[in-house]
Every structure is written in structure tokens, then in C-alpha cells.
């Protein structure tokens, strides 16, 4: 298993910027396809962006697609989501995820998960 630790979500008005932190720790960080979910009150988790950290492969959900982007660094053993025009609607708890093996978008399908960091737009 490896162990997650999120960190550099906040408030922020609409159409503002946050990039989000998720360090690695345990196993070989670079065996692992990298996520990030997020999940509203009341609501499913659902997939945000997902990197396939050997080569770098990324794809975001289609909400997304083209303001936010996922990253690795991993000399630092680090994945960031960079996420920019941020929504209302984008308010919710991210969470980072990993998984041992090929690429998936399903929550279900990952077995490692940090706290959590909130992240809340106002309008």
C-alpha cells in the first residue's frame, strides 16, 4: 500500500485558480497510476483526472477538460492538479488515489486514498 496526503485546497472565488498537492509515501510511487476524485455533499465520488505516472499519460473528465490538468513529479514522488476557471460547481472534497497496476476511472477500482482537502468556489 502507499500512503496519500493531499493538501492545497481552499475558498476561492469564481473563475480563480488552486493547485492541489497529493505526496506519495511507501511503496515505489512509480508503479502507480495516479488520481484524483472529488465528491459533493450528497453527491457520488466521481473521477476527476487520472496520470499514468511511468509515462505520463493523462485524461481529465469531460467537465474539466481543458481547466484543470494533472501532473506528476516523481522525483518528489508528488502528483499536483492544477486547476484553473474554477466553478461553483467544481465545490467539493478532492481526494488523490492510487492504484497498482492499468489506468481506471472507477473509484472502486483504486485501493489507496488520502483525507481529503476541500475546495469551495463562491460565485
Known amino acids: 500500500q502507499v500512503q496519500l496526503v493531499e493538501s492545497g485546497g481552499g475558498l476561492v472565488q469564481a473563475g480563480g485558480s488552486l493547485r492541489l498537492s497529493c505526496v506519495a509515501s511507501?511503496?515505489?510511487?512509480?508503479?502507480?497510476?495516479m488520481g484524483w476524485f472529488r465528491q459533493a455533499p450528497g453527491k457520488e465520488r466521481e473521477f476527476v483526472a487520472g496520470?499514468?505516472?511511468?509515462?505520463?499519460?493523462?485524461y481529465q473528465a469531460d467537465s474539466v477538460k481543458g481547466r484543470f490538468a494533472i501532473s506528476r513529479d516523481n522525483t518528489k514522488n508528488t502528483v499536483y492538479l492544477q486547476m484553473n476557471s474554477l466553478k461553483p460547481d467544481d465545490t467539493a472534497v478532492y481526494y488523490c488515489?492510487?492504484?497498482?497496476?492499468?489506468?481506471?476511472?472507477?473509484?472502486?477500482?483504486?485501493?489507496?486514498w488520502g483525507q481529503g482537502t476541500q475546495v469551495t468556489v463562491s460565485s
Open positions: 496520470i499514468t505516472v511511468r509515462d505520463g499519460t493523462t
Open positions: 511507501g511503496r515505489t510511487f512509480g508503479g502507480y497510476h
Open positions: 488515489a492510487a492504484r497498482w497496476g492499468v489506468p481506471a476511472t472507477k473509484a472502486a477500482h483504486f485501493g489507496s
